[in-house]
């Protein structure tokens, strides 16, 4: 079932519909464990459909507290410190791909010489 067509429905069919399918899903689940089930993929179906509507569910609960969809905002004390975790993040991947680097660098070199030593050799 879409995202569309569940949000045509009230709030009373999407919860019966919600309670309908978590019993299908049990009997499949309980199925499946005693014999091979014709369309096993039936329980990820469902399992998404129900997914789907608790989401349709909690998106007009939200609405209806007159809260954002989006998620809470951050305080400015919260956003500073997420700026200065992710400063030090990039700090560290950037010295870590100078050693790296470096580490590469040097190996090359060292695998230069002893081929050009070892090419003479022969």
Do not use: C, Y
């Not at 199925?31 to 369309?39: I, N, V």
């Amino acid at each position: 079932m879409r995202a569309e067509e569940i949000r045509e429905l009230t709030d009373d069919e999407v919860r019966s519909r919600v309670a309908e399918l978590e019993e299908e899903r049990f009997r499949l689940r309980f199925r499946a464990a005693t014999e091979t089930l014709e369309d096993p993929l039936r329980l990820r179906l469902i399992r998404k459909d129900v997914a789907r509507m608790k989401t349709v569910l909690r998106e007009r609960e939200r609405e209806a507290q007159g809260a954002a969809v989006r998620g809470p905002r951050l305080t400015a004390a919260k956003r500073a410190s997420a700026g200065k975790k992710i400063a030090a993040r990039k700090a560290r991947a950037s010295a870590t791909r100078t050693t790296k680097a470096s580490a590469t660098r040097t190996t090359a070199r060292k695998t230069k010489g002893t081929r050009a030593a070892g090419a003479g050799e022969r």
